[in-house]
């Protein structure tokens, strides 16, 4: 069946370094994908989307690539912030309103 | 972006009770919310679909009988918890969206933990 793969964590990173975190899926048909982010207290929040293979989703300086020879959509940040500091789902979408989570990544950014 | 507001936010509650968490869109009508569940480090698994005025759609494996969810109104879905056991302890999620297709973004609320003694 169709999922998501995405590294455990907690990362915890510096201030300003560089962020990746990997995310990989299984699908059947041709999926949408996303990320979303979930700060203290808060809901999950869209962060950014791409619906076909190659587009390029970005948002708050966030980037990931629908790679579909590697079934990857790894989320990335040139400089993260203290602010950044939430939990990151990669997740799916096939044909419907359905959406397949990944486990969740914690990151946590230092000063 | 829009808002949807779960409550409550925490419950516990005794084994062989039942418990009610409440989702609702604030500024918007959802014509479909949607209910996941959450283990410890293990990804949000969709419980069920429910559509205003008709009956949920359960996911396999998922208990009808034991999570009830009504949809009454476009601005709030409930679900229920009968007769809850310790393994029913997790934390619930719920979504909103304001119409259907697969370019419709859905909006999620805070999230429930509920601990069952």
């Known amino acids: 069946g169709d999922s998501v793969t995405q590294m455990e964590g907690p990362v915890t990173l510096s201030e300003e370094a560089f962020l990746t975190i990997n995310c990989t899926y299984t699908?059947?048909?041709?999926?949408?994908l996303f990320w979303y982010v979930q700060y203290p207290g808060e809901g999950l929040q869209l962060l950014l989307k791409a619906t076909k293979a190659d587009d390029k989703g970005s948002n708050k300086g966030f980037e990931a690539t629908y790679r579909k020879e590697t079934t990857s959509f790894h989320l990335e940040k040139g400089s993260v912030q203290v602010s950044d500091s939430a939990v990151y789902f990669c997740?799916?979408?096939?044909?419907?309103?359905?959406?397949?989570f990944g486990t969740g990544t914690r990151l946590q950014v230092f000063p | 972006g829009a808002v949807v507001s779960q409550h409550p936010s925490r419950v516990i509650c005794k084994s062989g009770t039942s418990v009610k968490i409440e989702c609702r869109s604030l500024?918007?009508?959802?014509?479909?919310m949607f209910w996941y569940r959450q283990f410890p480090k293990q990804s949000l698994m969709l419980m069920a679909t429910?559509?205003?005025?008709?009956?949920?759609?359960?996911e396999q494996g998922v208990e009808k009988d034991k999570f009830l969810i009504n949809h009454a109104s476009l601005t709030l879905s409930t679900l229920t918890v009968t007769s809850a056991h310790p393994e029913d302890s997790s934390f619930y999620i719920c979504?909103?969206?304001?119409?259907?297709?697969?370019?419709?973004?859905?909006?999620f609320g805070q999230g429930t933990r509920l601990t069952v003694v």
């Open positions: 429910s559509n205003e005025g008709s009956k949920a759609t359960y």
């Open positions: 500024d918007f009508q959802a014509t479909t």
């Open positions: 997740a799916l979408s096939v044909s419907t309103d359905k959406l397949i």
């Open positions: 699908a059947t048909g041709y999926p949408s």
């Open positions: 979504s909103a969206a304001p119409g259907t297709g697969l370019n419709t973004e859905a909006f």
